[in-house]
């Protein structure tokens, strides 16, 4: 089938990728000519494992291509999916500009019948929003789809390729049929519902998620205060089926990308409706929580932190990923930096970005040069190769041997041997 993916960001560079390696031909547009130039001499604009080597093999098969040129593309294709970004606006709900601006450039440029597939995170009526707009330009046949995204940064090319389902909420029969046809080479379930039902799946899945997370984020503290391990509590609580072990990782809060806009973004529609959703609020207000505490937990070994030198390790708000978008890393170095710490930094991946929001952060190549002299240590990110760090060589470099461990990722026992203060959460 003939694809266009209008918004080449992490997932329309996944998705566009992917559908042509099932054996589409794709063209992947963006407004950034940058992007675009770096694709079209096959260089991956992103960090997401896997996907570079897919775009290569893509592009030898002469079956994926890039460009600017969105009418062009659109033209010469039969199914154009939206996957444009959705940010936070100031009031907390979805800033649909992008959707807006893209609906209205395919618009223009249809001249015959399509299938539009929306990608991106969108309220619930954004379809109806889509189809106005072209109808406004357009005033032959053409289906709008609403397919949101479930994969996740770092793993992004087996989610698409693998994922627990697929949610299609369509209304036209042709429509159905022709997702139906792209989809097959996907064994997974997938789900055909309204599109209203499949806008707000999406947000309620994140939700969702967020929430169970911030849950066991609350017990951690509670743990904190009672002498239990957070750890074995969530063992003990996700081999119940009805629960499931995923997302019970107590850590020091959850960022990127979609988590924090879509909360805001789901609590927004509600209160558009007259309605006020109270757990996705406070699955918020606990994650503040979190993402302070390691900085509570540094206050309480070292009282003042003026002058002290703090080093964080792990900058991204998840491993294998470059993506900085509201990491914890974000709130704890201006939580230090407002305590007049001095911050040192070192993330195998995300410096760049990092340096973007926080062009004040001083970064180091490597993590013992960070951890040189330092009164105390934060793990922020839990990027497998600080368990591989060499601890005894750690313990000489710092000038107070504290780890602060926002993931509880490290071996406690293995640490306390050793002569480390080490703290968790929860653990
Ligand atoms: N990143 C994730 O992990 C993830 C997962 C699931 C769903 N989503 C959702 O998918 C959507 C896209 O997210 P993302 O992370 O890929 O965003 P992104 O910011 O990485 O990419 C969006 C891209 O769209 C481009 N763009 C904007 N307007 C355009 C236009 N008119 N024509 C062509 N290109 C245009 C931008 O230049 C940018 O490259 C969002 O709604 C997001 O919530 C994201």
Same mark, same amino acid.
């Given at each position: 089938m003939r694809v266009a993916v209008i918004g080449t960001?992490?997932?329309?560079?996944?998705?566009?990728?992917?559908?042509?390696?099932?054996?589409?031909?794709?063209?992947?547009?963006?407004?950034?000519?940058?992007?675009?130039?770096?694709?079209?001499?096959?260089?991956?604009?992103?960090?997401?494992?896997?996907?570079?080597?897919?775009?290569?093999?893509?592009?030898?098969?002469?079956?994926? $291509?890039?460009?600017?040129?969105?009418a062009k593309a659109v033209k010469n294709s039969y199914v154009i999916y939206i996957a444009v970004g959705t940010p936070q606006a100031k009031n907390g709900r979805a800033d649909l500009r992008y959707v807006k601006q893209a609906a209205e450039q395919i618009g223009k440029a249809m001249e015959s019948e399509k299938v539009i597939v929306n990608k991106s995170t969108v309220p619930v009526g954004t379809a109806d929003m889509i189809k106005r707009i072209i109808a406004k330009h357009y005033k032959g046949e053409f289906h709008v789809v609403s397919n949101p995204e479930f994969l996740r940064e770092g793993s992004a090319v087996s989610d698409f390729l693998k994922p627990d389902r697929v949610v299609i909420g369509y209304e036209s029969p042709k429509a159905k049929k022709v997702m139906q046809q792209l989809y097959k080479p996907i064994k997974a379930r997938k789900f055909y519902t309204d599109i209203r039902s499949a806008e707000l799946i999406k947000y309620a899945s994140n939700a969702f998620l967020a929430t169970k997370i911030s849950f066991i984020n609350e017990i951690a503290? /509670?743990?904190?205060?009672?002498?239990?391990?957070?750890?074995?509590?969530?063992?003990?609580?996700? /081999?119940?089926?009805?629960?499931? +072990?995923?997302?019970?990782?107590?850590?020091?809060?959850?960022?990127?990308s979609c988590f924090p806009k879509d909360v805001t973004a789901l609590i927004h529609i509600a209160k558009q409706h007259g309605l006020e959703l109270k757990i996705p609020k406070a699955a918020k207000d606990t994650n503040r929580q979190a993402k302070l505490l390691p900085v509570k937990k540094l206050k309480k070994k070292l009282g003042k932190l003026r002058g002290k030198r703090i080093? /964080?390790?792990?900058?991204?708000?998840?491993?294998?990923?470059?993506?900085?978008?509201?990491?914890?890393?974000?709130?704890?170095?201006?939580?230090?930096?407002?305590?007049?710490?001095?911050?040192?930094?070192?993330? +195998?991946?995300?410096? $760049?970005?990092?340096?973007?929001?926080?062009?004040?952060?001083?970064?180091?190549?490597?993590?013992?040069?960070?951890?040189?002299?330092?009164?105390?240590?934060?793990?922020?990110?839990?990027?497998?190769?600080?368990?591989?760090?060499?601890?005894?060589?750690?313990?000489? /470099?710092?000038?107070?041997?504290?780890?602060?461990?926002?993931?509880?990722f490290l071996n406690k026992e293995t640490l306390l041997n050793m002569g480390f203060e080490y703290e968790a959460m929860g653990v």
């Open positions: 960001g992490y997932v329309g560079l996944v998705v566009g990728t992917c559908l042509a390696d099932l054996g589409n031909n794709v063209i992947c547009v963006d407004i950034d000519k940058e992007k675009i130039a770096k694709l079209n001499k096959g260089i991956c604009p992103i960090y997401e494992p896997g996907l570079p080597e897919l775009i290569e093999k893509n592009i030898k098969a002469c079956r994926l $291509e890039f460009t600017t040129d969105l503290m /509670l743990c904190d205060k009672v002498g239990a391990n957070v750890k074995d509590v969530a063992t003990g609580v996700g /081999l119940d089926k009805r629960i499931n +072990p995923h997302f019970l990782q107590a850590g020091c809060g959850w960022g990127g080093a /964080l390790l792990g900058l991204a708000f998840k491993p294998n990923t470059d993506d900085m978008r509201e990491a914890s890393s974000i709130t704890i170095a201006n939580e230090l930096k407002k305590a007049g710490a001095k911050i040192v930094a070192y993330d +195998p991946i995300a410096e $760049e970005n990092a340096k973007r929001i926080m062009p004040w952060i001083k970064c180091c190549q490597e993590p013992y040069e960070t951890l040189k002299q330092a009164d105390a240590a934060i793990l922020v990110t839990e990027w497998p190769e600080f368990s591989k760090l060499n601890f005894k060589k750690v313990k000489r /470099l710092m000038k107070r041997p504290i780890i602060i461990d926002g993931r509880n």
